[in-house]
């Protein structure tokens, strides 16, 4: 099976971890979401389920359909780790599935906001790539679901502000430097003018943490997608720059360089670790990796950590539900065994 | 030339860092210092000075004279740093001058509280070698000197909690476990009922830094040297049993020893530390050492270490002023290059 997306390192990798193409799609003999009873829900799980299952194309045996209301809440929380998923998808009522591709680049949500929300993911800056495979599997779909579209909107989604394109096109970026410096809110509110809303590493309403922050694109009436694509290209790439050279400005620094090799000791040395302060010494890692300071470790290795030691995730690897000191230990271990010495 | 008593580990070293005597002693022919206008001060130290360095024994040729007046205070306050002086008699008005043996084992202050303040260190726990060696020297200078006693008060001294035998026998101890406890005040309050004082580092009035605890006799009237000395020597060796017990009871706990392992790592990776942090981390490196869990660091590197990352010691190393970051960034280096991984 190939490695999942965030085991791997992609175009533009020291600023970019990922590049995601979600889109929102109805289908056009059902109502919205929010007015469906559950027998409604139910149909159209099961109506989509067999769209992408029995599709006839190569990718349908790949997927594998999960319950998400009948798994443990652990492993439910695990799948927004890996950002397969919205926080409210499992967290809200009613009749829900997720349909996932093996090496979960693909998750198809059904009765998220919309009854079909597809979602592409992969490594890097590859808007492209994620575009490309995203039409595929909508295209394949719509033959047999026949989605809800207006010559005039466009797709037609529950909410207004996905009609459209339902397109969102979301990079996650890696900014240490731009936040050190402090330019973060600033560049947020310039960003927002042009159509491109900076968010926390979980979407909507969640805090930058560890210096992750996701890029998207807000337009989707009136756009066509390759125009939404190339906008956030283009903002992109000039965040990937200044970033880059911000990195250069502080990299020669002792106060930076302190705080790098700090971290990394820490890493390499703590017994017990939680979440939040793991994630910013990986934060600091990945800027000193990438600063050419730390040559033992890969960028893949820290990718990997930053996903796999989120508590759900982690007590995933290990199968069993564990206490907040045990993993804080589990995951000292887990993150030691990986950034030891050569 | 010896090594300096910061340099070694010494008996009990785990938890002893090192034993002191101090006699004060006062000439017969003159007031006390406090009555004493400079020239008098002025001929007082002519005459110690004379008397060390023209004994007449083998150790005289040892002994050089420091004018602390006209040092620079950067060398003034490493006397402090390195235990040689009290923190007042660099401060403090008027003639005086340090008379002080190659190995820094001896040092004899003129014109501090009492004319003579002789003070004889040394690592580890050793009471007995300690207060052979002030006697010595004693007996030598009152042959030359004639100190001021009386039959029936002993030795006479400016201030009377030292009348008596003018003696304060001490030793500096490394208290992780118990102060990790949170039983140290207690420890002071009954300590104090039995006529010990248990202070910082650095005398009277000094908080305790990084679990160093300085544990004295009071009493020096109505009681020979050696009911002092072994009254000190019982409770000093109490201590160091409760010490060790609870050592071994706190070392296996995951906790500490992450804030151990922490501590190491934060020594082998900082580019910049500030000697408040250092000493923090170097107690707890100290303990992992003395818990085996730290196998290639010696404990002498550690005491050398408390001793020579002092901000008036370190620039002493250097032959220059350096400020406060050009410091930090020093101490990193010095510390990193003896912790460094074999």
Redesign the interface.
Same mark, same amino acid.
């Given at each position: 099976m190939d490695k999942k997306w965030y085991e791997k390192n992609g175009k533009n990798g020291s600023v970019v971890i990922s590049t995601r193409i979600r889109l929102a799609r109805n289908l056009e003999e059902f109502p919205f979401p929010a007015r469906c009873s559950d027998d409604l829900r139910v149909r159209i799980a099961e109506k989509v389920k067999d769209a992408v299952l029995n599709s006839g194309s190569v990718i349908s045996p790949r997927f594998s359909c999960i319950d998400v209301d009948n798994i443990p809440m652990g492993e439910r929380v695990s799948l927004v780790e890996r950002h397969l998923v919205s926080p409210e998808f499992i967290s809200a009522k009613g009749t829900k599935s997720l349909l996932l591709l093996d090496d979960e680049s693909v998750s198809i949500m059904v009765n998220e906001e919309d009854h079909v929300r597809l979602q592409v993911m992969c490594e890097g800056f590859d808007l492209d790539r994620a575009y490309e495979q995203a039409s595929r599997i909508d295209t394949l779909l719509d033959e047999r679901l026949k989605f809800a579209f207006s010559d005039t909107l466009g797709y037609l989604t529950q909410c207004p502000t996905n009609l459209g394109t339902g397109m969102r096109a979301s990079v996650m970026l890696h900014l240490p430097a731009l936040t050190e410096a402090k330019v973060m809110r600033k560049m947020g509110e310039n960003l927002s003018k042009l159509g491109i809303a900076i968010r926390g590493a979980y979407g909507e309403g969640s805090e930058p943490v560890a210096d992750m922050y996701q890029l998207s694109n807000q337009i989707t009436l009136g756009i066509s997608e390759k125009t939404a694509i190339e906008n956030l290209r283009s903002i992109t790439e000039r965040l990937i720059a200044q970033e880059l050279s911000y990195r250069e400005k502080l990299a020669p620094r002792?106060?930076i360089?302190?705080k790098i090799?700090?971290a990394?000791?820490?890493l @390499?040395?703590?017994?017990?670790i939680d979440c939040a302060e793991a994630q910013k010494m990986l934060s600091r890692v990945r800027f000193g990796i990438t600063a050419g300071l730390i040559k033992d470790i890969d960028l893949e290795t820290i990718n990997r950590l930053f996903v796999e030691i989120q508590p759900a995730t982690l007590m995933q690897s290990v199968g069993k539900e564990l206490t907040a000191?045990e993993r804080d230990?589990l995951r000292?271990n887990v993150i030691r065994n990986l950034v030891e @010495?050569d």
């Amino acid at each position: 099976m190939d490695k999942k997306w965030y085991e791997k390192n992609g175009k533009n990798g020291s600023v970019v971890i990922s590049t995601r193409i979600r889109l929102a799609r109805n289908l056009e003999e059902f109502p919205f979401p929010a007015r469906c009873s559950d027998d409604l829900r139910v149909r159209i799980a099961e109506k989509v389920k067999d769209a992408v299952l029995n599709s006839g194309s190569v990718i349908s045996p790949r997927f594998s359909c999960i319950d998400v209301d009948n798994i443990p809440m652990g492993e439910r929380v695990s799948l927004v780790e890996r950002h397969l998923v919205s926080p409210e998808f499992i967290s809200a009522k009613g009749t829900k599935s997720l349909l996932l591709l093996d090496d979960e680049s693909v998750s198809i949500m059904v009765n998220e906001e919309d009854h079909v929300r597809l979602q592409v993911m992969c490594e890097g800056f590859d808007l492209d790539r994620a575009y490309e495979q995203a039409s595929r599997i909508d295209t394949l779909l719509d033959e047999r679901l026949k989605f809800a579209f207006s010559d005039t909107l466009g797709y037609l989604t529950q909410c207004p502000t996905n009609l459209g394109t339902g397109m969102r096109a979301s990079v996650m970026l890696h900014l240490p430097a731009l936040t050190e410096a402090k330019v973060m809110r600033k560049m947020g509110e310039n960003l927002s003018k042009l159509g491109i809303a900076i968010r926390g590493a979980y979407g909507e309403g969640s805090e930058p943490v560890a210096d992750m922050y996701q890029l998207s694109n807000q337009i989707t009436l009136g756009i066509s997608e390759k125009t939404a694509i190339e906008n956030l290209r283009s903002i992109t790439e000039r965040l990937i720059a200044q970033e880059l050279s911000y990195r250069e400005k502080l990299a020669p620094r002792i106060e930076i360089q302190d705080k790098i090799y700090r971290a990394l000791g820490i890493l @390499r040395s703590a017994r017990l670790i939680d979440c939040a302060e793991a994630q910013k010494m990986l934060s600091r890692v990945r800027f000193g990796i990438t600063a050419g300071l730390i040559k033992d470790i890969d960028l893949e290795t820290i990718n990997r950590l930053f996903v796999e030691i989120q508590p759900a995730t982690l007590m995933q690897s290990v199968g069993k539900e564990l206490t907040a000191s045990e993993r804080d230990a589990l995951r000292a271990n887990v993150i030691r065994n990986l950034v030891e @010495r050569d």
